[in-house]
């Protein structure tokens, strides 16, 4: 493209954009004390108009460099396709020093000295959201089932933990487990609907099972409370031993075992560990089983059903393992997220959420452990980075998942080492010949 045809493409994109921000933000309405007054900002309109033009202009410079990078990598060879850039090389070499330096700075991250109670409730968040994306990532990642309806789980999970816990006292030690059974049941049942779906349809499906269970949950007010949700949740412990500054007598609180001062930090740093330790027990029990017989028929049915089914493989049970095995981990995440929150209703568990965990897969390159750490980072952190534009928070979120679609398309670390490879299955076959 030409830079007259480009320069007339970023004038029509800035008109376009001028029209429809003139009655948006062209105009806002105060309050006088009687009737609304109307106070007119038409250089915001100017602004909107020349950001558009300017984005435009690199936009379409971005993709012609795009397209000439593919031109010359066609011209090239096979050389130039063996070249990878600096994230796909990061990818690589995620497992063997990414991950365990981010989990060395995870673990030391309360003890920092800018890590006030702010920061440690904002890491909490960010790896719920990474125990979700790990979870949704078998399904998604490994398995190749597209799920709209995952927060489903997460939903079951939360209100399996309040309810046990309000109406039968269990701990959450006890409920936890449960609760996993439970959203676990709960993927069984989904999955036996969708056996014979794929793509867009099954996609769908879950998204219908994902609305049926909020609906449920918003409708059953005998055992959910409906719309006006479940507070009074229960906070666990340290082994029996309270987080309260006045304990009940014969009982002996964590700062008196400990021989601290009271402070309700010690609360938020508990709660940090524990969802930690749970996302390391996901991530542990992901990285095995793609070891694993189940593991590596999941990549089979993700590469080919047809050829699955060829190879002797039971897609029906891999499906249901995908969608079981998902699902408890994120009822796991739901009991935890009830028990920090203390409070939950059907309005936490909305399809914005299931579009947000999906999201965070698809970002960070699906089957990419590392790779969905740095995207629930970046997703979670960057609407609290906003929050002072509370106005147009949802649009910078949105324009920075456009723009990672376009740079990085496949995702952040895209780089996926296969589990098995052909070649060393050959050489230790092959390892007594001469």
Not at 198 to 215: M, N, S
Request: charged share 15%; hydrophobic share 55%.
């Amino acid at each position: 493209m030409t830079p007259a045809q480009r320069l007339r493409d970023a004038v029509l994109a800035a008109l376009v954009a001028a029209a429809l921000s003139f009655p948006l933000l062209g105009f806002e309405t105060v309050d006088t004390g009687g009737p609304l007054g109307i106070n007119t900002r038409f250089a915001w309109v100017g602004y909107a108009a020349g950001i558009v033009f300017v984005g435009r202009l690199a936009f379409m410079a971005l993709l012609d460099w795009h397209r000439q990078r593919g031109s010359r990598v066609q011209q090239n060879g096979a050389a130039a396709v063996e070249r990878r850039d600096f994230l796909t090389w990061l990818g690589s070499k995620a497992d063997a020093w990414l991950m365990p330096a981010l989990i060395a700075f995870a673990a030391v991250l309360p003890f920092l000295p800018f890590a006030d109670r702010t920061v440690v409730d904002l890491a909490t968040v960010v790896l719920i959201y990474v125990m979700l994306g790990w979870g949704l990532n078998i399904v998604v990642g490994l398995a190749g089932l597209l799920d709209l309806g995952y927060v489903a789980f997460y939903a079951v999970g939360a209100y399996t933990y309040a309810i046990l816990a309000i109406q039968f006292g269990l701990s959450f030690w006890i409920c936890l487990p449960l609760a996993g059974i439970f959203a676990a049941t709960f993927g069984v049942i989904l999955g036996f609907p969708v056996l014979r779906l794929r793509g867009d349809y099954l996609a769908i499906v879950t998204l219908g099972f994902g609305e049926i269970i909020r609906i449920v949950l918003l409708n059953w007010t005998e055992v959910t409370s409906g719309s006006n949700g479940i507070s009074g949740i229960p906070r666990p412990s340290f082994f029996g031993f309270p987080f309260t500054a006045d304990p009940p007598d014969g009982e002996t609180a964590f700062h008196q075992l400990l021989g601290l001062e009271f402070s309700s930090l010690h609360r938020i740093v508990f709660l940090y560990y524990v969802i930690l330790v749970l996302a390391l027990i996901t991530n542990l029990f992901t990285m095995r089983i793609r070891k694993l017989p189940v593991g590596r028929a999941w990549e089979a049915l993700r590469e080919d059903e047809i050829a699955c089914k060829a190879l002797g493989i039971n897609p029906t049970n891999t499906k249901l393992t995908a969608f079981a095995i998902g699902a408890m981990f994120g009822g796991f995440a739901g009991s935890f997220f009830a028990t920090r929150q203390g409070f939950i209703s059907p309005e936490s568990f909305s399809f914005i959420e299931s579009a947000v965990i999906l999201a965070i897969v698809v970002l960070g390159g699906m089957g990419s452990q590392a790779g969905i750490v740095l995207a629930a980072a970046f997703l979670t952190l960057l609407p609290e980075l906003a929050r002072e534009f509370s106005l147009y928070r949802m649009l910078a979120f949105g324009a920075a998942m456009v723009l990672i679609m376009i740079w990085r398309p496949q995702g952040l670390l895209s780089y996926r080492e296969p589990t098995i490879r052909l070649s060393k299955l050959k050489a230790s076959a092959g390892g007594g010949a001469p």
